[in-house]
C-alpha cells in the first residue's frame, strides 16, 4: 500500500425514522439556528419538512428556509443562501435533499464565513477550512457527499462545474433513512447506480496501483449496487436493498477507497462534468454514456486490470467483453450508453473537445487529457 | 439494514517513516506536554525511541515517559501513568508499542482528568467521555485499537480483564507505518492474524442479520488475513504484504463491520479474557484454542452462515469442513487450537467454568453463557 492519510469525522445515523431526531443531533453541538435548504416543493407536500421543522423546533432551534435548489446546482443559489445564513446569522446548515441539496449547503456553510467570493473555493484561491457546521437528511444516493467534504457547484455564466473540498465541509451529522429514499424514479435510480459505479471504478480501472484488499472492497461495493439495483427496479418498497444501495453509495466516496492506492484518476467524471454543465442532463446519465467509451480508451494502459474487472464483476473473460458486459447491464437497468441516446447531438463533439482542452489546460491536467483522447473517447460514445 | 450510528474521528497517517513527522500531527493540535507510554526497552535499543523524542523535540513538544507496559497490559500500571500524567500535568498521551500499549494509554488519558478510580471506566460505573488526547505509533498489527475507543485492562487481584470505551478515547492520530511491524515473530505473528479472525468471525458468525454488503466487507478482510499471514511467514520483509496485513487489521474493528447488522456477540471474547488473564497467554493464541471449539456450539444456531463461511472462505462444503479448515489453518500458521497446545492444564475446566460463570452473572449474560454453554466450549477445545 502506498502511503496515505484517512480521515473522517462525519457521524451517520443510518436507519428508520432518524430524520426525527435531527433536532437532537443539530443541539447536542450547541446550535441554535438553522438554514434549511432543499430543492423542490415535494418535501413541503409528502410531510417531511414538517417533520424536520417540528424536530428542530421540539429542541429550540430557530430555522430559516431556502427552496429551489435544482439538479447540478448553480452558484446563483449558493449566493443567495450565503447571504440569507449571514443575514440571518445562522450557526448551522441543514441539506434536506440528494447530492446537489448537500452540495448546495456545503458550499453555503463555508461561505457564510468567508469574506471573499465563495466561488473562490471553487477556482482554488482559497480552501474551505472553516464553515458553519452542516448537517443533512438524504432522500436520495448515489453522490457519497453525505460522507466526504466535496461539493460540485456549476456557475451558470461559463458553465463550469467545479468542486470545493476542504477540513470543514465534511457533514457533521448525517442522516440516511432509506425510506425517504424510496420515491426514487426507476430512471433516476439507474443514474444513481451509474454515479456509484463511476466514483469507484474512476478508481479501480485508474490506480497503477491498487492493494488487493482495496481491489476486493470496491468489487464489494459494486456488487452490491449490481444486486440492489435489479431488486429495486422489480420492486422500489425492498428496504434491504434499498438500506444497502445507500450504504454502498455512501461508501464508493467517503475516502475509504483511496487508501494505498497510487496515481488514481477521475477521469470520466473530469468528462461528464461539462457534459452536465452544456446539457443540463443527469450526472449519472452523463456517466452511463463516457463510462464504456472512456473504459475503450484506458484499457490498455491497464489490461490486466480490466480482465480482473471482466472476471470478478460479470463472469467473462478479456478486458473488451467486461466493458460490453458494463454496456449492456447499463442498457438493462435504463442508463444511456450512447450521446444519441442522452440527446447530446454528436456534431457537438468538437466542440465538446475544444471546451475540455481548455478546461484540461487551465487545471495543467492537458498532458493526460488531450484533445486526442477527448475525442476519441466522445467517438466511442456514438 | 438495521439502525446504527457510525462515528470515527481518529485520523490515520499510514505508511513509510511516518512516525518521525509524530511531533507534527501532535503539534497540530497546539498540545505541548506529552507522556510517551511503551513497553519493553526494546524502542531505545532499536532507535524508535530517539526519532519519536527528536520529533517532538523539533516541534518544541516537552515529554515524560513511562516504559514497562506488558501484554495483557495490567491495572497497576495504569494506576503509575494516571498520576505521572497528573503530577507533570501532560496534555497528551503518546503510544509506542502494541495494543497493549494504547490501551494502557487511552486508561491514562481518561483517568488523568478524573477525580475518581480509573477502574470506575472498566466496571461500568463511569464512561470516559473526557480525556487527554491520544496519539499512537503502532509498532504490532492484530488488537485494531488504532481506530477504535476501546481498551481492555486486567486486575491484578481479581484477574478480572475488562473494558471500557467512550467518546474521548478515540486516538486522534494514529501512525501506522508497516515497516516497523516487521519485526513481529512468526509465532506473534499467528497470534495477531488469530485476533483479527476472532474480530472478524466474532460478528460474522453471530449476527443473526447480517447484510450482505457487511458479509462480503468481511470475507474481504478475512481473505486479506490468510494470504498476508501466508506470505509474511515466507517473507517477513514483504512490505505490501505487511501494509495489508496491518490495514485489515485496523478495518477489522473499527466498527465499519457493525453497520447495520444485528445481535453480534463477541463471545470468543469474553471465554478468552479469562484465559490470558489466568494463565498470562497471548491473547491471539487464546483466541485460535476457543474459536473452532466454540463454532462447534455455535454452528447449529446459524447453519446457513457457517456454510457460507465454509464455501467462501475455504472453498469446502458444510459447517463442519469449514471449522475443520479453519482449525487446520491455525495449525499450519503455527496457533494453538486445543488446551494442551496452549499448555493449559485440562483438569482446570471446571475451575474456568466457574469462574466464568460467575462474570457471566456479573455481566447479567448468564442466559447465554450457561455453565453448560462454557463447559461444551472448553471440553471441545481438549
Known sequence: MKDFTFFNPTRIEFGKDKEENIGQYISEYGLKKVLIVYGSERIKKNGLFEKVAKSLSDKGISYEELGGVVSNPVLSKVYEGVELAKSTKADAVLAVGGGSVLDSSKAIAAGAVYEGDVWDFFSFKAVPNEALKIFDIMTLAATGSEMNNLAVVTKEETKEKFSLRGSATFPTVSVINPKLQASVTNEYLAYSASDIFAHSLDLYLT?????????????????TVVRTTETLLNDSEDYEARAEFAW????????????????????THFLEHTLSAEYNIAHGAGL????PAWMKWQKNLLPERFERFARKMFDVEGAGSGIEALKQWYSKIGAPVTL??????EEDIPMLVEKLSGLAKMMGADGLYTADMINTVFQNAK
Chains 1, 2 share one sequence.
Open 340 to 345: 444519441k441516446e442522452g440527446n447530446i447531438p
Open 288 to 291: 452511463s454514456i463516457l463510462m
Open 248 to 267: 454502498a453509495a455512501t461508501q464508493a466516496l467517503n475516502f475509504t477507497t483511496f487508501c494505498g492506492v497510487e496515481n488514481n484518476r477521475y477521469d
Open 207 to 223: 490506480a497503477t496501483y491498487l492493494p488487493e484488499y482495496i481491489a476486493g472492497y470496491v468489487e464489494n461495493i459494486l456488487k
